[in-house]
């Protein structure tokens, strides 16, 4: 159980959610290839890069499908994905409280696997227990995400960088844009910092970035983004 209290869950609603709608608008217009040397920097890293870790070559971008299921080992994650689109005020609608351990996955932008980044929100908490992205924010480079997609495969991602945004430093650059030209990538995203009394969001939000490492199944022939 979140150690808030005084019903200080279901605070996704307001700034962590509203940040979304401004990368999705740089994001739409063609800002998706940073070709970045390195894992970009937030305010305040929730990880850096372990010095002894040796990450996999990327593998090739495969035919799209969507996604299923999202599991992550290392952070006891496994769960369904649905599909979600944009709320009244346009940023991405998560799933509802009610749904807490369910994982939302923009439905209008990249497929887990192709080329592209893919993005998946989950809520950090509700108002009386964890919910699916409680421990996103203890996530490590090297940590593997394996998406199980529609068509039968397994799409494995290995964890690249982690980061937590504050309010002034969000960059939707660094979020949403690719790390690497011509690789398929993910994030998962959820709220973090501390809770803002005043407005009632958290100050910050963890971005999890991935990128494809294997595919298992069908449909691996490499296959460029829509």
Not at 7 to 21: D, E, H, M, S, Y
Not at 147 to 173: H, I, M, N
């Amino acid at each position: 159980m979140s150690d808030r209290s005084h019903g200080l869950g279901r605070l996704i609603t307001g700034f962590a959610w509203a940040v979304l709608l401004l990368g999705l608008w740089l994001w739409g217009r063609g800002i998706t290839d940073l070709n970045l040397s390195s894992p970009t920097t937030g305010d305040a890293a929730a990880v850096g890069r372990p010095f002894a870790v040796r990450l996999p070559g990327a593998h090739p971008p495969v035919q799209a499908a969507k996604p299923q299921r999202i599991d992550i080992a290392a952070l006891h994650i496994q769960a369904p994905v649905v599909a979600r689109g944009l709320d009244g005020g346009g940023a991405i609608d998560p799933p509802p409280y009610e749904q807490a351990g369910v994982v939302g996955w923009y439905g209008s932008g990249a497929r887990p696997g192709e080329r592209g980044t893919a993005l998946f929100v989950g809520h950090v908490d509700t108002e009386s227990r964890p919910a699916v992205f409680y421990h996103l924010s203890e996530a490590t480079s090297g940590d593997k995400v394996r998406v199980v997609r529609d068509d039968g495969s397994v799409a494995e991602f290995t964890v690249d960088d982690v980061q937590v945004f504050s309010r002034k430093t969000f960059d939707p650059d660094k979020v949403y844009g690719q790390h690497r030209a011509e690789r398929a990538e993910l994030r998962l995203i959820t709220c973090g910092g501390t809770f803002d009394r005043t407005s009632r969001t958290y100050t910050a939000n963890v971005v999890v970035s991935a990128y494809l490492t294997g595919v298992t199944g069908v449909n691996e022939a490499p296959k460029h983004a829509r």
